[in-house]
């Protein structure tokens, strides 16, 4: 095959083991004090862009007690987050292929832990604790929508889509179905 033949077809995404090795890599170089901006937000969850590529998008994301977010998917970007500091808990739908017969399972997620995650995924991410968390997120291809959801009677029920490059958007679902 000619290298012009595989620069067409376009860049390989990263599967989930391989994006929790990055993210893994990008909070070591958190905790060696390479990022040392974290901040954090009593209104929204800070966050920021810590790398890009055409296959790639990290980002390093703080939540105080009580934040969380919205269930939601990744518009079809595999994924993978690991927790720096704090306990992040997490509820993934867990489901028939066609998102009946479900119910959300719920994780704990302590420092050090690494998640990843397929196109298909589904959850909510929160901060049940009495302490900050600081988490680092990778997306495969990068980021471009996200789906966000509900459960009723063990089905999905979609609220809104939106197309975003940010895994932290400002969207209220119930003002956007």
Do not use: C
């Not at 990008?26 to 209104?43: L, R, S």
């Not at 390093?60 to 720096?84: K, R």
Request: net charge negative; charged share 20%.
């Amino acid at each position: 095959m000619s290298r012009n033949a595989r620069t067409r077809r376009g860049p390989r995404y990263l599967n989930p083991l391989e994006l929790i090795d990055f993210t893994r890599f990008f909070a070591g170089e958190v905790a060696a004090g390479k990022y040392p901006y974290i901040d954090f937000d009593t209104e929204t969850r800070w966050h920021q862009r810590i790398y890009r590529d055409q296959r790639l998008d990290v980002w390093l994301i703080s939540w105080l007690p009580s934040q969380g977010t919205q269930l939601h998917d990744h518009g079809g970007s595999s994924g993978s987050f690991t927790v720096l500091s704090g306990v992040l808990a997490e509820a993934v739908f867990v489901g028939g292929r066609d998102g009946s017969g479900g119910r959300l399972s719920e994780h704990g997620h302590p420092p050090g832990s690494s998640v990843g995650f397929g196109p298909h995924y589904v959850h909510d991410v929160r901060n049940l604790g009495d302490e900050p968390a600081v988490s680092v997120h990778a997306y495969s291809r990068p980021l471009a929508s996200m789906t966000y959801y509900d459960v009723d009677d063990g089905a999905l029920v979609r609220l809104a889509s939106l197309a975003t490059d940010d895994p932290e958007p400002q969207v209220d679902v119930r003002a956007a179905s």
